[in-house]
C-alpha cells in the first residue's frame, strides 16, 4: 500500500484489530479517540475513503487527554502494522490532538461510539 492508498471501513477495522493484535502480544491497551473521515466512514456517515485514521484523545485514567503525543506502544504496535500492510509510517497520527486544547465540543464523550479491537488474545 502505498501513501496514495485509501482507507476504507472494512480496511480501518482490519488495520485497527491488527494495532490491538500487537498491542495484545506486548501486553497493552489503549482507548482512543478517533476523529476526522475515518471515524465519519467507521460510523457509515460517509462513504468515501481516507488516507489515515486521527486520533484526538487518549483515554488516561478515566479521562480524555490529548493524543499528542501518542503513546510510545501505540505508536510501535501502529508501525509494525504500516510495515505489514505497507502503510504511511503515519497512517495512525495525533495530527488533529490541537483540537483537543480548544476543547472538544459538549457532549462529545456521550456521543462516542466504541469499539474493542484485540481483545481476544
Known sequence: MADSTLIDARM???LL???GEQLALRGERYTIAVVGGSALIA???VSRATR???VVAVLQDEELVSAEPLPAGLIDAANVVARDFGLPSRWLNAGPASLFDLGLPDG???RV???SYG???
Request: proline share 0%.
Open 12 to 14: 480501518a477495522d482490519e
Open 17 to 19: 484489530s491488527a494495532v
Open 43 to 45: 460510523l457509515g456517515l
Open 52 to 54: 489515515d485514521v486521527d
Open 108 to 110: 462529545f464523550v456521550g
Open 113 to 115: 461510539e466504541q469499539r
Open 119 to 121: 481483545e481476544s488474545l
